[in-house]
């Protein structure tokens, strides 16, 4: 009889735990974005990332001509 009454505890034990490790997954997933990589592979990006990296201004000609190493600059 002990045994049984064991079994019981153990089970409700991990029923209730298992709802914080469920819980934590969903919080952590409510913030994750599945995004594409340019080699096929599914990834997680955090919300806030994605953003701030949306909201970046574009690199006029200019400046990609002054950051690159190019031999028709002059020197």
């Known amino acids: 009889m002990?045994?049984?009454?064991?079994?019981?505890n153990a089970k409700s034990r991990r029923w209730f735990l298992s709802l914080f490790t469920a819980a934590?997954?969903?919080a952590t997933s409510a913030n994750m974005v599945k995004m594409l990589t340019a080699d096929g592979k599914i990834v997680e990006v955090d919300k806030a990332i994605l953003e701030k990296a949306s909201k970046k201004q574009k690199a006029t000609n200019k400046e990609i001509f002054d950051w690159m190493d190019n031999p028709s600059k002059e020197k």
């Open 2 to 8: 002990g045994d049984n009454n064991n079994n019981n």
């Open 24 to 26: 934590d997954k969903k």
